[in-house]
């Protein structure tokens, strides 16, 4: 790709967000009925392609359960609220009557500062485990290796590593890193970790054993990173490049496949299609989710970032709510701006350009335009 000059002593790639792109029509289209946007990852079928983020303001135990029944995966937050408080609800109402951003930050830090309880990881995921839909639960890097046994032994499914940047290897001159290969290995569940947003990252990322890894820096809407730290990289290029990155794996590995899930700048229906024609196999929706009225966030959102004792990058954001889970995720729409119905728009998306399964469309025409009006 060429690159383009800064400055006399700096060159840099052009890199494309999902409001650069756009997807194209073809000389084919089809009924939506014929399309098919199931999704697989290692044993475990899904109906809609995406994930719910381990944020406490769009999963909680109740919340993970309705999303697997609609034909998602809602994912835990295991260093959340619900890990830390035996009854968090007083705390979830507390957090979304603040009315002063700054305030918001400050309570959120005191609120969070209580000890996680490995006797309440153990009964969350119970509770999720009960219901008999797919489990799922995340963990950061840095708890992984204090909390895993914990999640394990509570009969996980599918195990999440997130963090706002994962590598394979980092070098501390403190504890002891998690070594990734080590613990996929050990593991009898797939891992999905990330995020990461370049080539050479995901490559390292897919060579641990993870069975997909999530794609995205520092863009979702409740992050800062980019204003605290300078550091984020557009969505488009980023799933274009670690789809890239899972072809070259492909055949050094002798065809294992790792899934490829945006997590980060899919905040409206348009966002699902343009992921999966940049090479995605399904996305994490946050913000999203946050918008529904049985949301355990009330319409406000906010992520795990927004908590560092010491540098937080993130906030509170008041998004406000549109519609039901079921609503936003499936229809029927009642909103013309693609907060509803995320998953009926891809449908259609698909049946509109020709394609009937998410890998073919993963193979559509886009075109780049940075003109488009940014929301």
């Given at each position: 790709?060429?690159?383009?000059?800064?400055?006399?002593?700096?060159?840099?790639?052009?890199?494309?967000?999902?409001?650069?792109?756009?997807?194209?029509?073809?000389?084919?289209?089809?009924?939506?009925?014929?399309?098919?946007?199931?999704?697989?990852?290692?044993?475990?079928?899904?109906?809609?392609?995406?994930?719910?983020?381990?944020?406490?303001?769009?999963?909680?135990?109740?919340?993970?359960?309705?999303?697997?029944?609609?034909?998602?995966?809602?994912?835990?937050?295991?260093?959340?609220?619900?890990?830390?408080?035996?009854?968090?609800?007083?705390?979830?109402?507390?957090?979304?009557?603040?009315?002063?951003?700054?305030?918001?930050?400050?309570?959120?830090?005191?609120?969070?500062?209580?000890?996680?309880?490995?006797?309440?990881?153990?009964?969350?995921?119970?509770?999720?485990?009960?219901?008999?839909?797919?489990?799922?639960?995340?963990?950061?890097?840095?708890?992984?290796?204090?909390?895993?046994?914990?999640?394990?032994?509570?009969?996980?499914?599918?195990?999440?590593?997130?963090?706002?940047?994962?590598?394979?290897?980092?070098?501390?001159?403190?504890?002891?890193?998690?070594?990734?290969?080590?613990?996929?290995?050990?593991?009898?569940?797939?891992?999905?970790?990330?995020?990461?947003?370049?080539?050479?990252?995901?490559?390292?990322?897919?060579?641990?054993?993870?069975?997909?890894?999530?794609?995205?820096?520092?863009?979702?809407?409740?992050?800062?990173?980019?204003?605290?730290?300078?550091?984020?990289?557009?969505?488009?290029?980023?799933?274009?490049?670690?789809?890239?990155?899972?072809?070259?794996?492909?055949?050094?590995?002798?065809?294992?496949?790792?899934?490829?899930?945006?997590?980060?700048?899919?905040?409206?229906?348009?966002?699902?299609?343009?992921?999966?024609?940049?090479?995605?196999?399904?996305?994490?929706?946050?913000?999203?989710?946050?918008?529904?009225?049985?949301?355990?966030?009330?319409?406000?959102?906010?992520?795990?970032?927004?908590?560092?004792?010491?540098?937080?990058?993130?906030?509170?954001?008041?998004?406000?709510?549109?519609?039901?889970?079921?609503?936003?995720?499936t229809g029927p729409s009642h909103t013309p701006d693609g907060t509803m119905n995320l998953f009926g728009a891809?449908?259609?998306?698909?049946?509109?350009?020709?394609?009937?399964?998410?890998?073919?469309?993963?193979?559509?025409?886009?075109?780049?335009?940075?003109?488009?009006n940014h929301r």
């Amino acid at each position: 790709m060429t690159e383009i000059e800064i400055g006399r002593g700096k060159r840099g790639r052009r890199a494309y967000s999902f409001d650069d792109i756009a997807v194209v029509p073809s000389r084919r289209t089809r009924d939506p009925k014929e399309v098919s946007i199931a999704w697989q990852i290692d044993a475990y079928r899904f109906e809609l392609p995406f994930l719910a983020a381990p944020m406490d303001s769009v999963v909680s135990p109740q919340q993970a359960i309705a999303i697997g029944r609609l034909g998602g995966l809602g994912v835990l937050n295991l260093e959340g609220l619900w890990t830390r408080y035996e009854d968090p609800q007083p705390l979830l109402d507390e957090i979304a009557s603040i009315p002063d951003e700054a305030a918001a930050t400050r309570r959120l830090q005191e609120i969070y500062s209580a000890p996680i309880q490995a006797e309440l990881i153990k009964q969350r995921i119970q509770e999720v485990r009960d219901s008999g839909v797919v489990t799922a639960a995340a963990l950061s890097p840095q708890r992984t290796a204090e909390f895993s046994k914990a999640v394990v032994d509570a009969g996980v499914d599918v195990f999440v590593i997130r963090g706002t940047t994962v590598s394979a290897e980092h070098v501390s001159s403190g504890a002891e890193p998690l070594n990734l290969k080590q613990f996929i290995y050990e593991l009898d569940v797939p891992v999905i970790v990330g995020g990461c947003a370049t080539y050479t990252a995901a490559l390292h990322l897919m060579r641990t054993g993870a069975a997909g890894v999530l794609v995205g820096f520092g863009g979702g809407a409740a992050h800062t990173t980019r204003n605290v730290l300078g550091i984020q990289v557009p969505m488009a290029t980023a799933v274009a490049d670690v789809a890239a990155a899972r072809r070259d794996y492909m055949d050094e590995s002798g065809g294992r496949y790792v899934h490829v899930i945006a997590d980060g700048g899919v905040g409206y229906s348009g966002d699902i299609p343009k992921a999966v024609a940049c090479g995605a196999d399904a996305v994490m929706i946050g913000a999203a989710l946050a918008r529904a009225t049985d949301a355990p966030g009330k319409g406000f959102h906010w992520g795990m970032e927004a908590v560092h004792d010491e540098l937080p990058r993130g906030k509170r954001v008041d998004l406000g709510t549109v519609g039901s889970t079921e609503e936003i995720l499936t229809g029927p729409s009642h909103t013309p701006d693609g907060t509803m119905n995320l998953f009926g728009a891809l449908r259609r998306a698909m049946a509109t350009t020709g394609y009937t399964e998410l890998k073919e469309f993963q193979r559509v025409e886009v075109t780049v335009n940075p003109a488009l009006n940014h929301r």
